[in-house]
């Protein structure tokens, strides 16, 4: 895999907002922080009230949480903005391994790598509940991008923690951009994942939920 240019295609906001699994979970936390906000800031002029010397440092701690909340109810928004997340991500394949009792299993390649850093290449999964425009039988292809969950500027062994795949078919219904989007990456990336969709559960359960992949093993394709 090599460094590709953004993949561009107008979003459709209305099918994203009805289908997106990254939305959704963006108003679920969305929601979560705002109750937060309304039992810390009760707690908080509840231990003022009491006007005792512990309890006003316990309302500051819950102030803080307070503040916290509030930022993370406000903030996740922008943070998910659909058209930023498709336009900073990266295209990358993903293939469904298996099927589920939650729905279909996916096996994507992405690189963990920090910004400027040599590539490192690792499988990952998702369980998604609908993949509109595909058939959800084992390898299906599903061109996706990227979405990186951690934005701290440090992380271990210089590796982002949490990379995910977003398929590119939870922003559109155009069968032409996926289409496109699925020429777009190399036949070299997708029979690697066809070649090791037998290990998507062990990828499921390993730590950070990925598993790194020996660069002595890619293709001579990837290895640029």
Do not use: C
């Amino acid at each position: 895999m090599t460094t590709r240019p953004p993949f561009e295609f107008v979003v459709d906001r209305a099918h994203a907002h009805a289908v997106n699994e990254v939305v959704a979970d963006t108003r679920r936390l969305r929601v979560i922080a705002f109750v937060v906000t309304v039992v810390l800031g009760l707690g908080t002029a509840w231990l003022i009230w009491l006007n005792h010397p512990y309890s006003f440092l316990l309302a500051v701690a819950f102030a803080l949480g307070t503040v916290t909340a509030l930022f993370v109810a406000l903030w996740s928004p922008h943070r998910a903005r659909i058209e930023k997340l498709y336009a900073e991500g990266e295209l990358v394949p993903a293939i469904v391994s298996d099927r589920n009792p939650r729905g279909a299993l996916l096996l994507a390649l992405v690189n963990v790598a920090k910004s400027g850093a040599a590539p490192r290449y690792a499988l990952i999964t998702r369980t998604v509940r609908s993949l509109p425009g595909h058939r959800s039988w084992p390898g299906e292809q599903i061109p996706s991008v990227t979405v990186r969950a951690d934005r701290a500027p440090l992380s271990v062994g210089g590796l982002r923690q949490t990379v995910g795949a977003m398929p590119i078919a939870w922003g559109t219904r155009d069968p032409d951009v996926l289409t496109r989007a699925r020429e777009a990456i190399p036949e070299a990336e997708w029979k690697l994942l066809a070649d090791n969709r037998s290990l998507a559960e062990k990828v499921r359960t390993a730590d950070f939920g990925r598993l790194l992949l020996d660069p002595h093993q890619l293709p001579e394709e990837m290895r640029g």
